[in-house]
């Protein structure tokens, strides 16, 4: 597949589930992502949330659909095992594969646009533009690269949110999965085993 599109799919436990995702989780099980999905993520981010409302923010439930409480109240650690590698790991891996392309079109996308504007500004104008046959030659010329470096850094600034919102939901439900599986498991290494072994 090019290096130019991916295509990611909701993991098939999510879509099996009998979750009920609320009417503002539009429900976008297929994704194919471009670098112009990237620049204007409103179906990504569609996707983003279902995943995330499918495991993150209904881990409690999902979670009491593979378990029978013991005794204790503690629940049974295969259980939890099937949960992880199943749901939950899977999910994240989509999560991950759908940001990192962004990331990566963000890297080319910098590459592109130094390549093409320099790394200074009216050095670039100097080299392309003849003041004296169009004194407005500078300025529209500025304008064009002000106007593909906003692109670049919206795009960006998504990717940084969306790798904060990762972290917190995932150090919330390390901390759900301790208080319910293995107290002293930690689940983020876990996932970049998981991840490792899954790469695509």
Same mark, same amino acid.
């Given at each position: 597949?090019?290096?130019?599109?991916?295509?990611?799919?909701?993991?098939?436990?999510?879509?099996?589930?009998?979750?009920?995702?609320?009417?503002?989780?539009?429900?976008?099980?297929?994704?194919?992502?471009?670098? %112009?999905?990237?620049? !204007?993520?409103?179906?990504? &981010?569609? *996707? /983003?949330?279902?995943?995330? $409302?499918?495991?993150?923010? @209904?881990?409690?439930?999902?979670?009491?659909?593979?378990?029978?409480?013991?005794? %204790?109240?503690?629940? !049974?650690?295969?259980?939890? &095992?099937? *949960? /992880?590698?199943?749901?939950? $790991?899977?999910?994240?891996? @989509?999560?991950?594969?759908?940001?990192?392309?962004?990331?990566?079109?963000?890297?080319?996308?910098?590459?592109?646009?130094?390549?093409?504007?320099?790394?200074?500004?009216?050095?670039?104008?100097?080299?392309?533009?003849?003041?004296?046959?169009?004194?407005?030659?500078?300025?529209?010329?500025?304008?064009?690269?002000?106007?593909?470096?906003?692109?670049?850094?919206?795009?960006?600034?998504?990717?940084?949110?969306?790798?904060?919102?990762?972290?917190?939901?995932?150090?919330?439900?390390?901390?759900?999965?301790?208080?319910?599986?293995?107290?002293?498991?930690?689940?983020?290494?876990?996932?970049?085993?998981?991840?490792?072994?899954?790469?695509?």
């Amino acid at each position: 597949m090019s290096d130019d599109i991916i295509e990611i799919t909701a993991p098939e436990a999510l879509l099996d589930s009998n979750l009920k995702f609320p009417k503002e989780v539009p429900f976008v099980k297929h994704l194919t992502v471009t670098r %112009e999905r990237c620049v !204007n993520p409103t179906l990504v &981010d569609s *996707f /983003l949330r279902l995943l995330r $409302y499918g495991s993150d923010d @209904s881990m409690r439930q999902r979670l009491s659909a593979y378990h029978n409480y013991e005794k %204790e109240g503690r629940y !049974n650690e295969k259980k939890c &095992d099937k *949960f /992880l590698t199943e749901e939950l $790991y899977p999910n994240w891996h @989509s999560r991950d594969r759908v940001i990192g392309f962004c990331n990566g079109q963000l890297g080319q996308m910098k590459t592109e646009l130094d390549q093409r504007y320099g790394q200074d500004p009216a050095t670039f104008v100097r080299a392309e533009v003849d003041l004296r046959l169009d004194p407005y030659a500078a300025r529209d010329r500025a304008q064009e690269q002000e106007d593909h470096y906003k692109q670049w850094k919206r795009l960006n600034n998504w990717v940084e949110n969306q790798k904060r919102i990762e972290s917190i939901l995932r150090t919330n439900s390390n901390r759900v999965l301790r208080q319910n599986c293995d107290q002293n498991a930690d689940y983020l290494e876990d996932f970049w085993n998981f991840q490792h072994n899954h790469r695509t």
